[in-house]
């Protein structure tokens, strides 16, 4: 029962996780009119840096804290480099 129990609460939390996905993505979409594809891959970097900065300090509230300063910094260079050029551009160029 316990292993039904854990599988559910899993299987949900993974269903949360792909509405907040889903939901950036048609927010963004819809407010701005532009296709950012690169909010999936914002969240799995920020991921990653909250996996290396939990190993690095041994703190899961440091490494969290973190992580999104570093995800921060890298959206803004993101923003900058590559999305700002495609803002009045067709969607067939931004993707």
Request: aromatic content about 14%; hydrophobic content about 60%; charged content about 10%.
């Given at each position: 029962?316990?292993?039904?129990?854990?599988?559910?609460?899993?299987?949900?939390?993974?269903?949360?996780?792909?509405?907040?996905?889903?939901?950036?993505?048609?927010?963004?979409?819809?407010?701005?009119?532009?296709?950012?594809?690169?909010?999936?891959s914002l969240?799995?970097?920020?991921?990653?840096?909250?996996?290396?900065?939990?190993?690095?300090?041994?703190?899961?509230?440091?490494?969290?804290?973190?992580?999104?300063?570093?995800?921060?910094?890298?959206?803004?260079?993101?923003?900058?480099?590559?999305?700002?050029?495609?803002?009045?551009?067709?969607?067939?160029?931004?993707?």
């Open positions: 029962m316990y292993l039904v129990v854990e599988q559910l609460l899993n299987g949900l939390q993974f269903g949360l996780l792909l509405f907040l996905l889903a939901a950036g993505l048609t927010l963004v979409f819809g407010i701005m009119d532009f296709v950012n594809l690169a909010h999936g969240y799995m970097m920020g991921a990653y840096f909250a996996a290396t900065f939990v190993a690095w300090t041994g703190s899961f509230v440091l490494g969290a804290l973190l992580a999104l300063g570093a995800t921060l910094l890298l959206g803004v260079a993101l923003e900058y480099v590559a999305l700002r050029h495609l803002y009045g551009r067709d969607h067939l160029d931004q993707v």
